[in-house]
């Protein structure tokens, strides 16, 4: 039986959330990552220093041996905000307001957020952004965002940007345009196309923003997770209760935290490239960022896992089917 | 208070079931249409002249006042049948096999149907068609196909052949190439985009085969609509239960046989060209396939109209919404 061991994995891209459902995902994360990029959109966002502190304080409580980067919400901080916050986070999250789940105080101007900008680069504050035009139609609002990607990274050489959960061919091919850019790209977005949203029946569980795009936006992201050392793995993991899912009007967003690491072990085995996966989920992370995980050994194997059909009210992707590696182990 | 009143306004693509449901979906219709084109695509399907003359009755017992304008599934038959049946149908509806709900009996081969084409050219039956190739991207299954309708009106000059449910600028053109191609057109497509389906939350009701596509395709089908004389209504009006909608796994098709008529007034209003609607809607059929519909009246006014939740266990597009027109009678 083919067997993988990782070391320290994490996830560069998640959504906790708060209370109860934070205590029903984040073990299920912790389970498997040593650390993980941890997503400021919470209602009310998390966007000054002491529900910073508190919200790390909640998940340190819930998942005491998992590492979380945190993050803050993008608005106009002062010099003296980012100052004390630094230390405390990985970096900025930016949503074009109206872009995806409660990202309705977003930014309406960038031309406003600049200022901010400028200081986060002087501070070397990374900034992350959710990269889509909401005005354009569904399927083009990467590519409507992607000049303003390089915009910003040509304005601000210095400051580390990050793509979060790119979905096509053309956001992966501007990582080499422009140096301080990287990315994160989720394992749906690795494996599934609109296809298998709406190409046959509707699979609202698949249904997330970004929207799964074309198949050669699939390829051209899979070539980039195995060889491209400024593309990181970010589960985009977001949990919602299954009365926001199956229903009319589901909210956006797949829960992926449990069947990540078995469902990139069946892709990047199936390419034939098992021992890139170390890479893709932990080392380009730990040298873009210069984080240091914990040190975890993730053991996984290949032999089936029936995921269950749901995590409390939660119902993961590819709830009641089987996988065809697993997790074995973690030390 | 703007009105309209439009003669013997007819739906040319329509999904009545059988049993309790067309109970209810068939009077619905009804109230609104004087006749309208009956999809074979039962289980089993429409595929002999027992279940046709059977299913007629079924329909006509429902609705007396209706003319069911009924169809054959597509299959190899023979002369004779061709013959037996060619009084009691306005054409045979062909599925390339996978392509929609209840099409796992579709034409696998096109080649071999070709037998069956040749002799409905020679007896002047219609060929409808559900134009999109299955094994292609979601988006693209239409333009996909779009080169075997060319080849059929070419090869079969003379076989009248109806592009279902178009979607796409490029079909529209289409309609300009070949003398013998017409089509239908939802009501959906005029006035949806794949927006409005998964832009924002993801909207089971509007989830429909072929899929919604982009802003440029609606407008180009919303200006053949109020011009091209070969570019007739037909509302795929197809009703699911709730639970097979509002769930995992979510069926395709929309349900607006009651909100056709006011939904369609509204958009013809808001071009100025409600004058207009009586070709779309009746006019353009009657010529292109020589029907003569029963001569009904219905008046339609610009005063606010309630959709309701549920028709029976089937939800409606816009349920709970208010549109701008009402059926305010039917003479």
Known sequence: MKTLSLTSPLDMHLHFREGDMLKLVAPLTAAHFAGGVIMPNLVPPVDNQERLLAYREEIRASVPDFEPYMTLFFRGYTESELAAAKPHI?????????????????????????????????????????GEDPDQFVMDREAGFLPTY???????????????????AAATALLDHHENLRATVTVQHLICTLDDVAGGLLNPHLFCKPILKRPEDREALVNAALNHPKLMFGSDSAPHPIDKKECCGCAAGCFTAPIALPLLAELFDKHDQLDALQAFVSERAQALYGVRPPATEVQLEASPFEVPARYGDVVPLYAGQSLAWRVAAVL
């Open 90 to 130: 990985l970096g900025i999250k930016l949503y074009p307001q109206g872009a995806t789940t409660n990202s309705d105080a977003g930014v309406a101007s960038l031309k406003e957020a600049e200022r901010v900008m400028e200081m986060m680069q002087d501070m070397e504050i990374p900034l992350l952004v959710h």
């Open 150 to 168: 390089a915009e910003l990274a040509q304005k601000f050489p210095k400051l580390q940007i990050t793509m979060e959960h790119i979905t096509t």
